[in-house]
C-alpha cells in the first residue's frame, strides 16, 4: 500500500503539500491521503490561519455558486435544499461496534456496516471539485479548554461557515504532535441540482466515539455539516465525560449588575427557545449563545464559548426585539444569511419589522407569496430556522472577555424550555442537586423547525442537550451531580420559561421580560435580594420586579401579573414530575438520588 505522504505528494500542488507536511502528523496525513483516495476530488486546498487562504475560501464559496453576493458589502447567501433545513435526527447516528454496552440507549448503526455505506456515498463524490483541507480549535487557542480540529469538506460554504464561527486553528495544530488525539470531521455535499445536495435518501450523519471522527453526507445545512457544531459537541460529551467537565449546549453572557459588575450565566435552553435572545439582551454583554465548556479550575467553575460566531435564527430579529444583531445584519461585515428571501440583492425575514416583499428567491427557488409545496403547505417567505452567520467580534454588545483562555467564573446556571403551562418565568433551585434534577435534567420543550419533522410536540430534552448525547442519561446526569463534589459554593441554579400561557392561550409575558429575570438573577446570586420559598425553589419578591421592571423597562408590573406569572401549578408541576420520572425509571443507570429528589419535591407540592 502506498504511504500516506506519497498519495498526498502525488494528488496536491506543492504549494498545499507543504502547508499540510509542516503539521507533521501521521493520522492527519493518512485521514487526508485515505480521504484523497476515497473521493478522488481534482485538487486539495490546505487551509491555514493566513488572511489570504480564508479569503480563497470566500471567494471559492462564490466561484462555485453555493454563496452569492448581496448589495452590502461582506454579505452573502446561501441556500439548503427544501428538505435540508434542519438537524436530521432520523439519519445522524453513532458507529457502534457489535456489542458496544450503549447500543440500546443510542440510535446507532453497527460500525463496519455503517462505514460500508459511508464507502459508497463518499466514493468519487468529489470528482471534478476541490477538497478543502481546514483546521479550527474549539474552545479558545493556547488554553486548557483547546480541542484542536481538523475538517474535510466540498464545501467551501462549509468551510467559510467555519471560518466565522470558530476560532483559527492551523497554528495550534502544530501543537497537537504526532499519537495525540484531535477531531476529525469528513463531509461532502454529494451530487448537486441547481446547488443543493441532491441525494436525500443517503443523507447520512455518523458519528464515531471512539475513533474522534464524523462523516457527513448528501447535506449542506450546517446543523448537519459544520462538523465542529453539533457533530463535534457529540464527541466533546464523551471525552469531557471521560475527563471530568462538561460540555454544554449553553450560550454565555455577562449581566450587568449594579456599580459595573459583571455576572457571567451559561445557560441551555432547546433549539429555538430564546437561547440566543437571552445571550443578546439590552445592556447586557455576549461572549458566546449556543456552546460552553464548563471545567473546575482553582476551586472555580470556569467557561469558555466553543465558537466565536453565532449560527442564528434570524426569525424575529428586528430592531426591537435585537437591536444589537439587527445592526450587525443590516451593516457591512462578513454575513452569511441562509434561507432567507432574496430580492434585488437585499435578504428579507419573517418578523423582520418590515413589510416583505411579495416575490423573490427562496429556498424553494423563484417564489410568490402564497405558493405551495408539493404536499400543499404554505411556503413563507423565508424558512422558519432561516439563519444569519457572523463573527461575535462585529456585535456591539460583546463582551470584553470573549476570548480570555481561562474562560469566566459562572456565576449561575440557567436551564429554559418552551413550557405553556408549568414553570413559572424564573425560579432558583434550592440546591446544586435539584437544580441538575429538577431543572436540567427535567427540560421539556415543544418542537421547533431547528429540526426536521413536526412542531409543538412536547419533549422531554435533557440540559438541552438531549439531541447530542454519546452516553446514557444516567451517566450523564451522575456527571453533572458530581460536577460540583468538590466546589465549596457552586453555581446557583435556575430555571426560566418564557412560553407560559394563561387559559385562552395568552402569553403571560413580553418578549423583552427575560431582561428582568435574567437582572433578577445576577442580583440573586450576589446576595442582593430575599426571595420566596416555594416547593420547588426560591421565586422573587413582588417588590424586586416592580423595581426592575420599572428600571429596564419602563414598565408597570402589576401584582395580577406577578400571581399569574409565580403561582405554583401544583397540579401541572406533579404531572410534569410524573412524565419525567417515567422516563428515568424506563433508564436502567438512572441516578438513585434522581427518585429521591423528585419524591422530596412531590411531598413539597402535595404538602402545599
Ligand atoms: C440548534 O439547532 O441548536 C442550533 C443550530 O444551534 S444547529 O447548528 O442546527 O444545531
Ligand atoms: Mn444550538
Known sequence: MANAKDILKKNMSQQNYDKLVVLDNEKLFNFVADAIKLTNPASVFVCTD????????????????????????????????YSDQGRDKSVTKYLLTKGSKLEPVLSHVEKSEGLNELNSFFKDSMVGREMIVCFFCLGPTNSEFSISCAQITDSPYVAHSESILYRWGYEQFKKVGTGSNFFRFMHTEGELEGGVSKNKEKRRIYIDVEDDIVYSVNTQYAGNTVGLKKLALRLTINKASKEGWLAEHMFVMGAHGPNGRITYFTGAFPSACGKTSTAMISGQTIIGDDIAYLRKIDGKIKCVNVEKGVFGIIQDVNPDNDPAIYKALTDPGEVIFSNVLIKDGKPYWLGMGQELPKDGVNHSGQWQAGNKDANGDEITASHKNARYTLNISELANRDPRIDDSEGVEVGGIIYGGRDSDTWVPIEQALNWTEG??????????ETTAATLGKEGVRTFNIMANMDFLPLPMGKYIQNNLDFANDIENPAPIFSVNYFLRNKEGKYLNGILDKKVWILWAELRVNGDVDAIKTPTGWIPKYEDLVKLFNNNLKKDYTKESYEQQFTTRIQEQLAKIDRIEKIYEENADTPKLVFKTFNAIKARLKDA
Open 436 to 445: 441538575i434534577i429538577s431543572k436540567g435534567a427535567s427540560i421539556e420543550s
Open 50 to 81: 493566513k488572511p489570504e487562504d480564508m479569503q480563497y475560501i470566500r471567494e471559492l464559496a462564490i466561484k462555485t455558486g453555493e454563496e452569492k453576493k448581496l448589495k452590502t458589502k461582506g454579505h452573502t447567501y446561501h441556500f439548503d435544499g
